[in-house]
């Protein structure tokens, strides 16, 4: 419950219009994408760096957990007001601070959309990396909160990779500075780079000081068709490890190629096993010398067909609708995102298929195979106790063999609560004990994002 | 004075032949390139983790303070042992662990040197991007350390773009491990980037998971010289303002230029005041793209000419040769390594021009423009105590210009002993002490490298 008295402060502070109460309303803010619902006792819209300060030092006066979210998109649970309290919605602020093309800079809040930053760039011959399959409707401070990745960062690297500096309110409510704005800068801690990824747990950022890319000169398309996972899995290693990099490196199994058959008639070979979609870019001569590069690497016994694609948007439009899709044959489809080292993959893929047998639980694999990244799907009935506790056993192996194949659990999506019960298997108790120091100095009495990214108990 | 007991409890963790205590032998351990002298009262040689740690829970025992160093070719007095105790040379561990250009990773010891690690990578068609001038002779464990650049980050990035994981022995002697072996991986808190930089003050490095970048096929060169050092400083801006990234792009002033001369007769012309040195790499069509643009850019009124260089060897070791030139007409020069934004080098180079006027103050600066990163060397006779102390309130007004030009006090120095004094006028106060409560987190007893980093007292 909150106090009339809790209440009044944070109305003063907010203005009534920046604050819900009404449970209806509070119902809008109980959710991501992880599908799990827990509503908030009250959802708050900040609009500046000064509110932020206030409603965080308001809700340590009187211990109210809050919650900070962008647009909810998050598949790990990351934005989930676990135990009621605040949802801080920080949607409203969507300002554009500056653009500065000569120094490459944009600085935005933390409500600005991924694809606001990109359509500000683009006139100026800029993008800014990260491009998670949500970037049309997810928040930049969603993307900072988990490092956000995407197809792109096989060659440009992810969002710790794209900012130079960060302002926050901490846990406690103290107004920081991390970083600088220049590209070279090394004074004091790296507390930019400590706040990227840690899922709002430390701070809440309030202004972004995002560093540009110039936009690549065009782009060309390869795909490759495989007879079975394991040629095309080889074929990935063979990809990365020659010098030319593409700028994607998409890989689908069967059952995701299924899936896109199904929907879209005559896109692709009915033989087909595995594919790959590669992306490269530059200006043209590099796009045809990385082009067969690529092309070469991609032949194995097991290569069905490999072709450049003139247009390939009917593809990535294809690709990327994969995730919706997979959620209308398994609305509650337990999706990861675990990461290995490329030359593994094959060992990957196999594990997985023989796991899927062991277990009768059907699944669907694709991703961002040139960063090792592969969004595993297991496709339950969440009406069928004895599928789900198949598929928990089943998810426990998976972990077990990313980490033994030298892997981590997350590459993209972060730990949030989903995967709070394995982080223990990759995070040894004492590094895991520091953590919650550094937790325990930014956020002292832990009201922020309480219970995320840390296991349970 | 360092008690037998402990020096008994030291031997027996390494061994007689790791420990020193002979005044003369420890004095060979009692500077960086700040040349600064601070005698350790005993200098211990680590050769594995296991030593680390357990000097470490034996530093705490006895409140001996313990200053990491790899080979002390630091400038900002990091490595300096200045509360005598006990300095921990790590130059034995230099074990590169393993090489595996599948995955494009090298896992090596701290005192593996940097071009070491270049040396093993090439082969396989691979660099390790960071390349501080001090490359043959500095080791990777100080690059960490200070998230060192060089000339080639303008394209590449700095230390911490090129690091996936770190194991640390923390000040306290806890065993951690950061990061993981993938490209992607958003697990946990950045302990890795919160290492990087850090100075030594937070945890020592016991071993590095090196990102691995493919080798350019080849690299061209290109000069600019200029009338006057303000068209230069232009030329700069309008480079970096278009999207041909030059893979080093490097800044020479009037008084470079001449020491230059000095030593190398006929390599440069008379007339010119201001010059850059400009290296693009990649295929031989990119360098001929890139190169015409950056011909482009670098056309001013202020331009005297700007060709394409065939072998600029020769201009690379002049330009390289240029730090240890300036000792030699300047033994005790003050060297800064401040960075504005591109587009304000301009009014900072102007603004340096007026204070060396205003201080009688000669200085030479040079750099890496393409960061706006400039070496700013005031060049003072230390036995001249009016001179001294003009230099000093020169150096103040350097610092206050930098920071009013949205800029940073070092780009890849770090701050160590010798900017602690102006570190706060970059660094709020509340941010300040959220690093310091960090700095407890990981070293309660302030044992570890302590008194640098921070502004003191």
Redesign the interface.
């Given at each position: 419950m909150l106090t009339a008295e809790f209440l009044a402060k944070l109305t003063a502070i907010v203005g009534e219009t920046n604050l819900l109460t009404d449970p209806v309303d509070c119902y809008a803010y109980a959710y991501d994408n992880s599908r799990k619902i827990f509503p908030p006792l009250a959802v708050a819209f900040a609009i500046s760096q000064e509110q932020i300060q206030a409603i965080l030092l308001c809700c340590n006066e009187y211990r109210i957990p809050i919650t900070p979210r962008g647009r909810g998109t998050g598949t790990a649970g990351g934005s989930l007001p676990e135990q009621g309290g605040l949802a801080l919605s920080l949607e409203r602020m969507s300002r554009i601070i500056s653009i500065?093309?000569?120094?490459?800079?944009i600085i935005a809040e933390p409500g600005v959309l991924n694809q606001e930053i990109q359509d500000a760039a683009r006139p100026h011959?800029?993008f800014w990396p990260p491009d998670p399959s949500s970037a049309p409707f997810c928040t930049i401070g969603g993307n900072l909160a988990?490092?956000a990745?995407g197809p792109h960062?096989?060659k440009y690297?992810?969002t710790?990779?794209h900012v130079l500096g960060l302002k926050a309110i901490?846990g406690k409510g103290?107004?920081?500075?991390?970083g600088?704005?220049?590209?070279?800068?090394?004074?004091?801690?790296?507390?930019t780079?400590?706040l990227?990824?840690?899922e709002g747990t430390?701070a809440i950022i309030t202004e972004a000081t995002l560093k540009l890319t110039?936009?690549p000169q065009s782009t060309g398309g390869i795909t490759a068709h495989y007879k079975n996972i394991q040629s095309c899995a080889k074929a990935i290693?063979a990809i990365?490890?020659?010098?030319?990099?593409p700028s994607a490196l998409e890989f689908l199994d069967k059952a995701s190629l299924d899936l896109i058959r199904s929907r879209n008639t005559g896109l692709l070979p009915d033989d087909t096993h595995a594919m790959l979609m590669i992306e490269v870019d530059?200006?043209d001569?590099?796009i045809n010398?990385t082009g067969q590069a690529i092309l070469t690497a991609c032949k194995n016994e097991g290569l069905i067909k490999s072709e450049r694609v003139i247009d390939s948007k009917a593809l990535w439009v294809a690709r990327k609708a994969l995730s919706p899709l997979l959620r209308d044959i398994a609305p509650k489809k337990i999706n990861e995102d675990v990461?290995?080292?490329?030359?593994r993959l094959p060992e990957l893929l196999q594990g997985l298929t023989e796991l899927s047998q062991k277990y009768r639980i059907a699944n669907a694999n694709f991703g961002?195979a040139g960063?090792?990244?592969i969004h595993v799907n297991l496709l339950v009935n969440p009406d069928n106790p004895d599928e789900m506790n198949r598929a928990e056993a089943c998810l426990s192996e998976v972990f077990n063999l990313v980490l033994a194949l030298?892997?981590?659990?997350?590459?993209?999506?972060?730990?949030g609560s989903e995967?709070r019960a394995y982080?223990g298997l990759?995070?040894?108790s004492?590094?895991?004990n520091?953590?919650k120091?550094?937790k325990h100095?930014?956020d002292p009495n832990n009201i922020l994002n309480p219970g995320k990214?840390f296991p349970k108990g």
């Amino acid at each position: 419950m909150l106090t009339a008295e809790f209440l009044a402060k944070l109305t003063a502070i907010v203005g009534e219009t920046n604050l819900l109460t009404d449970p209806v309303d509070c119902y809008a803010y109980a959710y991501d994408n992880s599908r799990k619902i827990f509503p908030p006792l009250a959802v708050a819209f900040a609009i500046s760096q000064e509110q932020i300060q206030a409603i965080l030092l308001c809700c340590n006066e009187y211990r109210i957990p809050i919650t900070p979210r962008g647009r909810g998109t998050g598949t790990a649970g990351g934005s989930l007001p676990e135990q009621g309290g605040l949802a801080l919605s920080l949607e409203r602020m969507s300002r554009i601070i500056s653009i500065d093309p000569a120094n490459r800079i944009i600085i935005a809040e933390p409500g600005v959309l991924n694809q606001e930053i990109q359509d500000a760039a683009r006139p100026h011959g800029f993008f800014w990396p990260p491009d998670p399959s949500s970037a049309p409707f997810c928040t930049i401070g969603g993307n900072l909160a988990t490092s956000a990745g995407g197809p792109h960062a096989v060659k440009y690297g992810t969002t710790r990779d794209h900012v130079l500096g960060l302002k926050a309110i901490t846990g406690k409510g103290e107004l920081i500075k991390a970083g600088c704005n220049t590209t070279k800068g090394v004074v004091g801690y790296d507390l930019t780079r400590l706040l990227i990824g840690s899922e709002g747990t430390l701070a809440i950022i309030t202004e972004a000081t995002l560093k540009l890319t110039p936009l690549p000169q065009s782009t060309g398309g390869i795909t490759a068709h495989y007879k079975n996972i394991q040629s095309c899995a080889k074929a990935i290693a063979a990809i990365m490890a020659q010098p030319k990099i593409p700028s994607a490196l998409e890989f689908l199994d069967k059952a995701s190629l299924d899936l896109i058959r199904s929907r879209n008639t005559g896109l692709l070979p009915d033989d087909t096993h595995a594919m790959l979609m590669i992306e490269v870019d530059g200006s043209d001569v590099e796009i045809n010398e990385t082009g067969q590069a690529i092309l070469t690497a991609c032949k194995n016994e097991g290569l069905i067909k490999s072709e450049r694609v003139i247009d390939s948007k009917a593809l990535w439009v294809a690709r990327k609708a994969l995730s919706p899709l997979l959620r209308d044959i398994a609305p509650k489809k337990i999706n990861e995102d675990v990461v290995v080292p490329v030359s593994r993959l094959p060992e990957l893929l196999q594990g997985l298929t023989e796991l899927s047998q062991k277990y009768r639980i059907a699944n669907a694999n694709f991703g961002h195979a040139g960063n090792g990244n592969i969004h595993v799907n297991l496709l339950v009935n969440p009406d069928n106790p004895d599928e789900m506790n198949r598929a928990e056993a089943c998810l426990s192996e998976v972990f077990n063999l990313v980490l033994a194949l030298n892997g981590t659990l997350s590459g993209e999506h972060g730990i949030g609560s989903e995967k709070r019960a394995y982080v223990g298997l990759e995070i040894d108790s004492v590094t895991m004990n520091l953590m919650k120091e550094i937790k325990h100095v930014f956020d002292p009495n832990n009201i922020l994002n309480p219970g995320k990214l840390f296991p349970k108990g």
